[in-house]
Nanobody
Framework: QVQLVESEGGLVQAGGSLSLSCAAS????????MGWFRQAPGMEREFVAA????????YYADSLKGRFTISRDNAKNTVYLQMNSLKPEDTAVYYC?????????????????WGQGTQVTVSS
């Protein structure tokens, strides 16, 4: 059983940056592909980014390419999400997730473990 705990999100002005982290425990972190998702009020949970076990491969939602960066440190059992040039429409609860699926999955049902989520609010 893998436990995932996201760092605290926060309130940031439009155009600003914010970095999230997600610490894993209870499993072999390097054996999981990792993903970030987000969910705005009244919306479905949507894919943000994914990273392979080794960290060599990444995949992003088309709309977020160039602004968001996913990375991981297997020595620290942690995955990160760097968010730049934030927009009010980036406001959501952000979740990290782990999957044993061998591809960079984009669908929530493909992920086995989830963090509790952290609120990110971008003001205009």
């Amino acid at each position: 059983q893998v436990q995932l705990v996201e760092s605290e999100g926060g309130l940031v002005q439009a155009g600003g940056s914010l970095s999230l982290s997600c610490a894993a425990s209870g499993g072999t972190f390097s054996s999981y592909n990792m993903g970030w998702f987000r969910q705005a009020p009244g919306m479905e949970r949507e894919f943000v980014a994914a990273i392979s076990r080794s960290g060599l491969f990444t995949y992003y939602a088309d709309s977020l390419k160039g602004r968001f960066t996913i990375s991981r440190d297997n020595a620290k059992n942690t995955v990160y999400l760097q968010m730049n040039s934030l927009k009010p429409e980036d406001t959501a609860v952000y979740y990290c997730a782990a999957t044993s699926v061998p591809t960079l999955a984009q669908r929530p049902p493909n992920y086995n473990y989830w963090g509790q989520g952290t609120q990110v609010t971008v003001s205009s």
